[in-house]
């Protein structure tokens, strides 16, 4: 995806946020919405995730996410990335 209107962001989630189907959420959630990008756990305990696509989708699949999975999100962080070209779909990533 390299449409100038797309965007990236990477999202570190913390609160109960491990073992509790987090992941597999956000995969299920991204099948829905035009995004591309990945999500997995790290070590410290927190999710880091990554999406990519048009703004305003980016925007309405994170919001899918804390609607659907907000009670286990204590806190986020979120920064801006470089779109990447040649990603086709949402993954878990190890």
């Known amino acids: 995806m390299t449409d100038r209107s797309a965007i990236r962001v990477q999202v570190r989630y913390v609160g109960r946020v491990q073992g509790v189907g987090f992941r597999a959420t956000c995969r299920w959630i991204a099948q829905t919405h035009p995004v591309t990008g990945w999500v997995r756990n790290e070590p410290d305990g927190t999710v880091l995730l990554e999406a990519q696509g048009a703004g305003a989708e980016v925007e309405r699949f994170l919001q899918a996410i804390d609607a659907r999975l ?12 470089p779109t990447l070209a040649g990603e086709s779909d949402f993954m878990i990533a190890r």
Do not use: D, K, M, P
């Open 70 to 81: 907000g009670e286990n999100i204590r806190n986020r962080t979120r920064s801006a990335l």
